[in-house]
């Protein structure tokens, strides 16, 4: 069983930042990619960015130069730092890890349950 849990969501203003973490538990030796997803009221989840084991990151090109993805391998741990966010960026973000080693299974995918984000004056 793994685990992933969000932090770090919350209320800023438009050209505030926030830095969302996510914390992956449950026996675990290794996770290929962790990543974040968004979705916002009325739209489908969309990938905000991805990184890989070997730090290889991917981000959407509406967050490019804005977030900042980064992760830390031996705690199972994933942060997205946000900077000059805009109304567009509120949404719920989703913590997402994708094949999952741990003692006793091999897990193709795991979801966390979200972090608000609102960016509003």
């Known amino acids: 069983q793994v685990q992933l849990v969000e932090s770090g969501g919350g209320l800023v203003q438009p050209g505030g930042s926030l830095t969302l973490s996510c914390a992956a538990s449950?026996?675990?030796?290794?996770?290929?990619?962790m990543g974040w997803y968004r979705q916002a009221p009325g739209k489908q989840r969309e990938l905000v960015a991805i990184i890989t084991s070997g730090g290889s990151a991917n981000l959407a090109d509406s967050v490019k130069g804005r977030f900042t993805i980064f992760r830390d391998n031996a705690k199972n741990t994933v942060h997205l730092q946000m900077n000059s966010l805009k109304p567009e960026d509120a949404a719920v973000y989703y913590c997402?890890?994708?094949?999952?080693?741990?003692?006793?299974?091999?897990?193709?995918?795991?979801w966390g349950r979200g972090t608000r984000v609102t960016v509003s004056s």
């Open positions: 997402n890890s994708e094949d999952i080693r741990t003692r006793g299974a091999r897990i193709p995918q795991s």
């Open positions: 449950g026996s675990i030796l290794s996770i290929y990619s």
